[in-house]
């Protein structure tokens, strides 16, 4: 049943009659059987709950992924797309979910960045940053990500693990602080590369991936980012304080309309008066940035194409080299030793390659090789090409280009 399409007279006659009511028998018959028809039907027209009950029957399906496509306009049918791609262990499946995401960036026009960025899970954590996991105790998210247990009952953050607490809500509690790590590692990478690419935001959409989610909020406020005209022409810098709060450079605050874009800031695009004002305030409150947006480097922006030539051949472990390119999602080519590229939403392409001895270890220092280009041949983005060099000079600790 892996080819299923949905017919819109079909879809016609169901809107004829009581929904609350056919759902509810839908379900039933659903809950009856579970076989593939009913599946079928209360797949399509139980909306994210149905979703939600077949996907923990038919996860690692062909099927559940055809209605994932029927349902692919539901936010909620793209994030259960999403987490198959990234847990299947199954090739056939994933080949199939990676298919369909592909058709959904044609189709909505959007990068993978951003599908991911639509994906975001919050972990259960409501806009406080709270978890309530029974009437007696609620885990509160802090600014660093920590997890604090809140006592209900008593009205108190408790200052360790009580002894009588149920041991699987104390292993639920150490599961979602495992969780949580490998959210905020993922995602300083995703930022990472959202800064290469200088992708660019409706206020709405922002709001939606930035601030709606209290996971990413709190990343939102450490970082600094480009206020941009219906032109997506750059007006200002600001950071987000929280609150429908915004400040500039100055601490002066500002207003966002709806019909303003925002991107996260690079330096390249910023004087050095104000890049100074950001870093000082960074240093003021305190702020742990999840990626080196503002790290203080010897680059000279205006002259990128002498930078490049002097890192264009660089030291580091075949380790250091792996892990950049695992890091920055970047694509493997093994004709000539080993050689990884990025290639922007404008097509201008980042190359790293070393020739590989097959007895190569972890930590043996190898040559690398650096280069820049465009598909196109077009001229190549500065903030491309300013944020590579800044992220390969603080990987592979290359102190000769580091400002302490």
Not at 75 to 101: F, G, H, N, P, Q
Not at 118 to 145: A, H, Q, T, V
Not at 241 to 247: E, M, P, T
Request: contains cysteine; charged residues 30%; negative net charge.
């Amino acid at each position: 049943m892996s080819n299923i399409i949905r017919l819109k007279r079909i879809d016609d006659i169901v809107n004829l009659l009581d929904m609350e009511t056919f759902v509810k028998q839908i379900k039933e018959f659903y809950l009856e059987n579970k076989g593939d028809a009913a599946c079928l039907i209360y797949g399509i027209y139980g909306g994210d709950e149905a979703l939600k009950d077949i996907y923990e029957l038919k996860f690692d399906s062909n099927f559940f992924l055809s209605l994932i496509k029927l349902n692919i306009k539901h936010k909620y049918a793209l994030k259960l797309l999403y987490e198959i791609y990234t847990t299947t262990k199954k090739r056939d499946i994933k080949k199939e979910a990676s298919k369909i995401i592909d058709e959904v960036l044609e189709k909505m026009n959007i990068s993978y960045s951003e599908f991911k960025l639509k994906c975001m899970p919050n972990l259960g954590f409501n806009s406080k940053g709270e978890r309530e996991f029974n009437k007696d105790y609620k885990l509160i998210l802090n600014s660093d990500y920590s997890l604090s247990l809140f006592d209900i009952k008593n009205d108190k953050i408790l200052k360790s693990m009580p002894k009588k607490i149920n041991e699987d809500l104390k292993e639920e509690i150490q599961n979602l602080e495992k969780e949580i790590h490998k959210f905020m590692r993922a995602n300083s990478y995703l930022l990472s590369i959202i800064l290469i690419d200088g992708e660019i935001y409706s206020y709405d959409l922002f709001r939606e991936y930035f601030i709606d989610n209290i996971l990413m909020n709190k990343f939102a406020s450490t970082l600094i980012w480009n206020l941009y005209d219906k032109n997506k022409k750059i007006i200002t810098t600001f950071r987000y304080l929280g609150k429908d709060k915004y400040i500039d450079s100055e601490n002066k605050e500002i207003k966002i309309d709806a019909d303003s874009f925002v991107g996260l800031a690079s330096p390249v695009e910023m004087d050095d008066k104000t890049i100074n004002k950001w870093i000082k305030h960074i240093k003021d409150y305190q702020l742990l940035q999840p990626l080196e947006q503002l790290k203080l480097v010897k680059l000279n922006k205006n002259s990128l194409q002498k930078e490049v030539k002097k890192l264009s051949t660089i030291e580091g472990t075949y380790g250091a080299f792996k892990d950049f390119a695992k890091r920055y999602e970047m694509y493997a080519h093994d004709k000539f030793g080993e050689t990884y590229t990025f290639q922007s939403n404008d097509d201008d392409i980042f190359s790293i390659s070393a020739d590989i001895d097959e007895d190569i270890e972890h930590d043996d220092i190898i040559e690398i090789k650096l280069s820049f280009g465009n598909q196109n041949y077009n001229k190549i983005s500065s903030r491309f090409i300013y944020t590579f060099l800044v992220f390969i000079i603080c990987s592979f600790k290359l102190n000769d280009f580091i400002i302490d």
